[in-house]
């Protein structure tokens, strides 16, 4: 209002100025067009010059007259009149009022002006700041509207996170640039914090009082702790921490890394009941370590017992240590005790194992699940509840060395479905079912292995192919390698199996190589079950024991080549076999050194000190050609209804020749030689000379010393 009515009075300013400036002006105009109208008659007025001022000129028409009118005659020039008296100056005119307006007038104008540019600014300026408080308010709506649906996006994401977590009833959520608290589900607190390394002390200073606490030496975790992207969680320096649980799943206090990184360091973490004490193995509340895809877990100089989760109702098992499927880390110089598994590695990458001891495990103590790249060093399985060492899922490009096993309750080491893996390094004890496990591989080597007091120190079953054993070592247990009757194609080479209570090998399977094994003190060195075929065995060494190779009549296709052995004491080969083939070899000692009961070729085989030579049991033929025996009682033993062909051979023994064979070629058949009955007389003598010294001593201790009297002679004899 006040800006329209100081418009209105400039206005009116201005049209009056107009107005005095126009009636100023009018009277000068009307006498300088008098002073130019012509005179009467069409004469010209000539205006005299006004008083001092200079003539004008005279010129009719004022100087502009036309060229066509003819020239008048000039009139003779009056004669001057005398001057008059001089008169008076009139009063000047008055000097002509200015066209333009008056110095007020200007100012009042431009003061209107000023007041009008004001006003347009005061208005404009009005106007903006009427946007401006409403585009704040517009932003400040937004913002709150943001903020509120961010909230509520958190609170969801919050929600979500908890629901797949097994719904804790404490839990927090460690981002970088905040540590979001979430109560029972419900997201109750943003703590802003700095980026950077987070302590578990830091993290106290940001929760409610009793979720974490820090007492001396001991700290008590009281929720679980859920990483994000970007954040690096440490627990070091801390001598005991307690991780709470209970019987139920929302009891638990895990850590899950997400994207981040855990380090732990210099610590012993527990999981413990509200009393503090160890949580039962079935407890489902069991605080646990999980890695999840991008994240990691380092643990250096750490102690972890008391966590894992056991299988129950539809949750499955969770190990103490667990690194999903591309997470990755490492556990350096850590001991895991009384855990439901101790550490399971499962499709990460890259996890460095070096210094783990696993113990006491309810179920197994580490588990490999199609990981890849992990590297394994000094690592220690004892006393678990399964396997020390469980290697499965899809193929990996990872070998398995540097692990030893005691006392677990199923195998040390089971490897299964894998492809071309390398197990070297291995060392086993006095587990439970055994040392290793082959299932389902493929084209897999083994190198390095021992076997102490294993009921079977390597088991290969269930489709296994294409495996090699080099540089086996068993010692003690009830077998050493068994060969089941799915296995095909595999070598056992450069060994050595001790004191097998029951074989040192057993063959079910097919195509299987045994070269350059030495078997010492089994009760049978090989044994050929029913279904093996396609075996050959190759420069073996069989010492002692009570069976060398036993070949049973279900077995097929089996080659022995260059055996020797030495003081078995039943049997050094007991072929029933069909079409068995003996190539070469030594033997020495024992009771027989080669019985047959089934047709069978044998060659080039030097038979030496047993009781028995060679025992033939078989309906249908059997052949000997260049078979050299040196047998002390018995040389060749061909039972009624068996056939023997001899060829080319030499039998020596007391009794060379019990039975009817089909002799071919030279043979040499006679007593034992004298060296072999010298060494025969030795014991004889030997027990001669000591039976003697029984007697004497009998006879002395029975009449004493006394001196037997001759008899007396009657008087008067002679």
Not at 123 to 146: L, T, W
Not at 462 to 480: A, E, F, H, K, P
Not at 676 to 693: F, N, S
Request: net charge negative; glycine share 12%.
């Amino acid at each position: 209002m006040t800006s329209s009515r100081t418009r209105r009075q400039g206005i009116a300013r201005i049209i009056l100025a107009s107005l005095a400036i126009s009636a100023l002006a009018l009277p000068a105009t009307a006498a300088s067009a008098a002073a130019a109208a012509p005179a009467p008659g069409g004469v010209a007025m000539v205006q005299s010059s006004p008083p001092a001022g200079d003539g004008g000129s005279s010129d009719p028409g004022g100087g502009g007259g036309g060229a066509s009118e003819p020239e008048p005659e000039p009139e003779p020039e009056p004669e001057p009149e005398p001057e008059p008296d001089p008169q008076p100056d009139p009063d000047p005119a008055p000097a002509p009022r200015p066209s333009g307006p008056s110095q007020a007038e200007l100012e009042e104008k431009r003061r209107a002006e000023q007041e009008r540019k004001a006003a347009e600014k005061a208005e404009k300026e009005a106007a903006e700041a009427a946007a401006k408080a409403a585009e704040k308010a517009r932003k400040a709506e937004e913002r709150a509207r943001r903020e509120a649906a961010e909230r509520a996006e958190q609170a969801a994401k919050a929600r979500s996170s908890w629901d797949e977590r097994g719904r804790p009833r404490q839990m927090v959520t460690v981002r970088v640039d905040r540590v979001e608290v979430v109560d029972n589900g419900r997201l109750t607190t943003l703590v802003p914090r700095r980026p950077g390394v987070l302590s578990l002390k830091e993290l106290d200073r940001m929760l409610p009082a009793d979720w974490v606490t820090i007492d001396g030496d001991t700290a008590t975790v009281n929720m679980a702790i859920v990483l994000t992207p970007g954040v690096n969680f440490e627990i070091a320096d801390i001598p005991t921490v307690k991780v709470l649980g209970g019987p139920e799943t929302p009891d638990a206090c895990p850590i899950y890394t997400g994207s981040g990184r855990l380090t732990l360091k210099n610590t012993t973490l527990s999981g413990v009941d509200r009393g503090g004490q160890p949580l039962p193995m079935e407890a489902a509340g069991r605080p646990f370590l999980e890695a999840a895809t991008g994240g990691e877990i380092h643990a250096t100089d750490v102690t972890i017992t008391d966590m894992g989760v056991p299988e129950h109702g539809q949750v499955t098992a969770e190990p103490a240590v667990g690194f999903n499927p591309n997470s990755t880390g490492s556990l350096v110089r850590t001991t895991l005790q009384r855990n439901n598994i101790g550490v399971e590695v499962s499709r990460a990458q890259n996890v460095n194992l070096d210094g783990v001891t696993v113990t006491e495990s309810q179920t197994d103590g580490i588990v490999l699940n199609a990981d890849k790249g992990t590297r394994m060093a000094n690592l220690r399985a004892e006393n678990n509840g399964g396997n020390g060492m469980f290697v499965g899922g899809a193929n990996s490009n990872r070998s398995v060395s540097g692990l030893t096993t005691k006392n677990n309750a199923l195998y040390g080491l089971v490897v299964t479905q894998q492809d071309g893996a390398k197990v070297s390094g291995i060392a086993t004890e006095a587990d439970k079912a055994g040392g290793l496990r082959l299932n389902q591989v493929k084209n897999i080597e083994i190198t390095d292995y021992t076997a102490t007091d294993q009921p079977i120190g390597i088991f290969t079953h269930v489709g296994s192919t294409g495996i090699v054993l080099d540089n086996i070592r068993t010692s003690g247990g009830r077998r050493g390698v068994v060969i089941e009757k799915s296995t095909l194609n595999l070598e056992l080479k450069n060994s050595t199996i001790e004191g097998s209570r029951v074989a040192g090998v057993n063959v079910g399977g097919k195509e299987v190589r045994i070269n350059g094994v030495q078997i010492t003190d089994a009760k049978a060195g090989v044994r050929l079950e029913r279904g093996a075929a396609h075996v050959q065995l190759t420069g073996m060494t069989i010492d002692g024991g009570r069976d060398g190779v036993v070949s049973s009549a279900g077995a097929a296709d089996v080659t022995i080549t260059d055996l020797t052995a030495n003081n078995v004491s039943d049997g050094a080969i007991r072929l029933a076999t069909p079409n068995a083939v003996v190539n070469g070899g030594t033997i020495t000692g024992g009771s027989t050194g080669i019985q047959v009961t089934a047709p069978a070729t044998i060659s080039a085989v030097a038979i030496n000190g047993p009781s028995a030579g060679m025992r033939v049991r078989s309906p249908e033929m059997v052949r000997a050609e260049n078979v050299a025996i040196e047998a002390t009682s018995l040389g060749l033993d061909v039972a009624p209804g068996s056939q023997l062909v001899l060829a080319n051979s030499s039998v020596h023994a007391l009794e060379a020749v019990r039975g009817v064979f089909v002799p071919e070629g030279v043979n040499n058949i006679s007593l034992p030689p004298l060296n072999l009955l010298a060494a025969m007389g030795v014991p004889l003598i030997l027990l001669a000379i000591v039976l003697e010294q029984v007697h004497s001593f009998r006879q002395r201790k029975v009449g004493g010393n006394k001196k037997r009297l001759p008899p007396a002679i009657p008087v008067g004899a002679g």
